[in-house]
């Protein structure tokens, strides 16, 4: 089986096609308009090749798509093959159809392409890379595209020309410049935070010298201690190899029924299998390929007791996961956990049994946990890490390309045909981004419920810090030679591999704390430097620029709506929650989309979660419909899923949301504490 350390890397298994836009979402473009595509090899070399937006698109069926006369028609060998493929299981991407001659492909469509993307889905999108020279003119090395596909949240991307020694020459120089800038920028926020560490240093030495113990200050400091002495009972049991089922007293006394096939002394180690079977769980890794041609992991958390390895594996797949044991229980609801900014989905996984993943799996669910792209070992299909192409996205390609594939690889591993999604900051915006109705409203027909964990759709107030507005008032070149066009700060991942880890995360808490002004007060001390063993973890220039430049987020300080939109929120009457009184442009949703669940942080000073509750709840989006909303008074960005009283606040409330969701309760487990919890039904 397949272990968590091994997710960054590519490990010969079949990469799942996920499918691809519904044509509802593709922009038609006129005839005149049609893309004219010439591709390059990795060597710069030319290839004769015709490719439209057609091949971005997966999934064809004429069950999907709308009656019309310009649908593509595919040559029976593409047809066939399509069948061959879907009934092994497997719905491969359109670009792969058909091959008719050496090293080229041809599809055989119109041009469907929306190319308010700055080329994106044009330039990188398809099985090599492709160089859009279809689309406006290039200035500053980005595409000036006509007003009417010019969408001000989301501005052109870069467009990169084949790799030449010219185009080399110039990635490399702004290598070169950003390494040495963004070094001295992270450096400035290392000794910002030592610096500001001083003051708590002194109390801590004042209150040593006067025989006190600072630690009784902290809340839950009696809840710490309990806890650290069932921690030390267990690798004490452990140690002796005695069972750690007699040790009791974690939470809902379900500890019993989990035995570890891990312990002894804590082992910082960024590793989700590790910290899995230490609470008598384990983990299989998936690689999932994108539309756009990335390979991203998919982390299941799974019981060992019920599941077996196969004698023999099936022809038609080699996926790591085993199989499930005969039994005469049901299955378990399948839940998707997508992560924040800068983050894996190791931040479920490192709270013992207090972690969200193991929680809920532990509480009767089948539980999976995404990652983006890139993330600690950066992959792609046909870019290497020093090509800028493989770096030019944000957070819109994470939402429309990562979570759907993401979603339907977890879907059809589990049978189902809808998940519940629990996403937490960054997670919350890609998915309100990809449910849109402007992006990929299709992808709310997949989720039985969203519910958002501090919820990041409009700014909070430490956007208005002096480091975040001297990065908004840069220029896009500037930015560029500060933070490069490949990773953001790439030398924050580096250190992972010469410093220790405690040291690492006793740093990357103290830069990220001066950074976002949170604190550790309501997470459990002991395990602090083990939450930021899974953070920071790469990430493109370009989606921070997205968030913090001068022409996305940090400007508009909403995900979806530019200033004159938000400035007029908040205002209807009496009347606005009737959908024919409201201006439709001004909705973010349409029907499609699924309901909602919302946890704000009510001291969250990175955004603004009550802002989003009241656009929600006043009328102005008449098609979401809310099943929970929660605001948590004291806490902070974090605490929503690291706080010791998160299982009380949080996860007993998103256990009952999953399940009064979801729809196929009759084929499913109860999850524990849910007997009572009635089905939902929207009004």
């Not at 449910?435 to 997949?446: M, T, V």
């Amino acid at each position: 089986m397949t272990k968590s350390s091994q997710a960054g890397k590519p490990n010969g298994k079949k990469d799942y096609h996920a499918p691809g836009h519904d044509m509802a979402q593709i922009e038609v473009q006129p005839e005149s308009c049609v893309a004219q595509t010439a591709q390059y090899d990795l060597k710069g070399k030319p290839e004769s090749v015709t490719i439209h937006a057609g091949s971005l698109m997966t999934n064809w069926s004429s069950n999907s798509l709308p009656k019309s006369n310009g649908l593509p028609n595919f040559s029976s060998r593409s047809a066939n093959r399509v069948k061959s493929e879907e009934a092994k299981g497997f719905k491969p991407s359109s670009s792969h159809y058909e091959n008719v001659g050496e090293g080229e492909y041809r599809t055989e469509t119109t041009s469907f392409i929306s190319t308010n993307q700055g080329g994106v889905l044009g330039s990188q999108a398809s099985e090599k890379p492709i160089h859009s020279s279809c689309v406006g003119t290039h200035q500053n090395g980005r595409e000036q595209q006509s007003p009417s596909h010019i969408d001000p949240l989301f501005p052109p991307l870069p467009l990169y020309g084949p790799p030449s020694w010219k185009n080399k020459l110039k990635c490399l120089l702004i290598r070169i410049s950003a390494a040495f800038l963004s070094l001295a920028f992270l450096n400035f926020f290392v000794l910002g935070s030592l610096m500001t560490s001083i003051p708590k240093g002194i109390k801590k030495i004042i209150y040593k010298l006067t025989l006190r113990d600072v630690k009784e200050l902290r809340l839950f400091h009696e809840e710490e201690c309990r806890r650290a002495d069932i921690h030390a009972e267990k690798q004490k049991s452990w140690d002796h190899r005695t069972s750690a089922e007699k040790i009791g007293g974690d939470q809902e006394g379900i500890a019993d029924d989990y035995p570890p096939t891990e312990g002894g002394r804590d082992k910082l180690v960024r590793d989700v299998g590790y910290y899995a079977r230490r609470v008598g769980l384990d983990v299989d890794v998936f690689r999932v390929r994108t539309e756009d041609g990335f390979l991203i992991d998919l982390w299941h958390v799974y019981d060992p007791k019920e599941y077996m390895v196969p004698e023999a594996r099936t022809s038609d797949t080699d996926n790591p996961r085993k199989m499930l044991k005969p039994s005469e229980k049901k299955l378990k609801f399948p839940v998707l956990l997508m992560h924040g900014l800068l983050q894996s989905s190791g931040a479920y996984c490192s709270n013992d049994d207090d972690s969200l993943a193991f929680w809920l799996c532990k509480s009767g669910f089948d539980v999976w946990l995404g990652n983006n792209r890139c993330g600690f070992s950066p992959s792609h299909e046909s870019f290497v890490q020093t090509d800028p192409r493989m770096w030019c996205w944000n957070i819109r390609q994470m939402g429309i390309f990562d979570l759907p594939a993401l979603t339907e690889k977890v879907l059809t591993e589990t049978g189902f045909d809808k998940l519940g999604l629990v996403c937490h900051s960054q997670g919350t915006a890609e998915t309100l981004i990809a449910l849109s109705k402007h992006q990929r409203p299709s992808f709310g027909d997949k989720l039985t419920v969203f519910c958002g964990l501090a919820p990041a759709a409009y700014a909070g107030p430490i956007i208005d810090r002096f480091y975040f507005r001297f990065i908004r008032k840069i220029s896009p070149f500037l930015f560029e030679m500060v933070f490069g066009v490949h990773a953001f700060i790439p030398f924050m991942m580096r250190m992972h591999s010469f410093l220790s880890p405690k040291i690492y995360g006793w740093l990357g808490y103290k830069v990220f704390s001066f950074m976002f002004n949170w604190s550790d007060a309501r997470w459990e001390r002991r395990l602090r430097n083990r939450f930021f063993q899974f953070a920071p973890v790469y990430v493109s220039a370009e989606t921070m620029r997205w968030w913090l430049g001068q022409d996305g987020f940090a400007k508009h300080r909403c995900i979806l709506s530019t200033e004159e939109p938000t400035s007029c929120e908040g205002k209807g009457g009496s009347g606005v929650s009737q959908i024919g009184d409201i201006s439709t442009k001004r909705q973010w949703y349409n029907e499609q989309v699924p309901p909602f669940a919302m946890w704000v942080c009510g001291n969250d000073q990175l955004v603004d979660g009550r802002r989003l509750l009241e656009r929600l709840t006043n009328g102005e989006e008449p098609h979401v419909k809310m099943v929970h909303s929660k605001v948590i008074e004291d806490y902070e960005h974090l605490d929503v899923i690291w706080a010791i009283n998160a299982v009380d606040q949080v996860f007993t409330e998103i256990r009952q949301v999953l399940w009064k969701t979801c729809h196929a309760r009759d084929r499913c487990r109860v999850p524990d504490g849910c007997g009572a919890v009635p089905a939902w039904m929207p009004e």
